[in-house]
């Protein structure tokens, strides 16, 4: 395993772990959850600001087979989270973060791909990605267009993506 490769699944381990921490009692662990909110966000950043455009750039422009899926679910995790955090929102973003991770780590998945391709520039990208700065992030928002649900963010987010994708 690649040190990027191991970097990035070791994130996923500790994003799960602060998720775990925030819905451990019987309601949200406020602090945890904000904890793992900016880490997940991170996360994200460093995988679309860095690991998806080197992919792309070492297939000559070319995406990678997973990415629009992974962007579609990318928009849907930072939806879900938006709103004031709960027990029942919390389980929707776990089921989400399990299906999403899944795709990354599988055999012939993101991580995959990006380990084929990147070989030569592994110490680079795996430095950039432990540089990245915190994400700052906003207070909670409930208000309208808000979504709570795993299908909700998924439905929204691939709207998103396909207007974004018509221009």
Partial sequence: MNSLRAHLEEDHRQID????????????DR??????????????GIEEKIVLPAARAAQGGRPLEHTPTTRVEHGAIASLLVPTPDL?????????LSQHDDLEERAGGIYD????????????????????????TARPFDGQNTVRTMQGALESASRIRGAKDAL
Avoid: K, N
């Avoid at 772990?17 to 949200?28: H, K």
């Fill in 17 to 28: 772990a602060l998720l775990r921490r925030a819905t451990s009692g019987p309601s949200i």
């Fill in 31 to 44: 602090e945890a959850f904000e904890t793992m909110r900016g880490r997940l966000l991170r996360h994200i």
């Fill in 88 to 96: 029942l929102l919390a389980h929707e973003l776990r089921a989400l």
């Fill in 113 to 136: 791909a990006c380990d084929a391709l990147l070989v030569d520039r592994v110490d680079e990208l795996t430095a950039l990605a432990q540089a990245y700065p915190p994400v700052p």
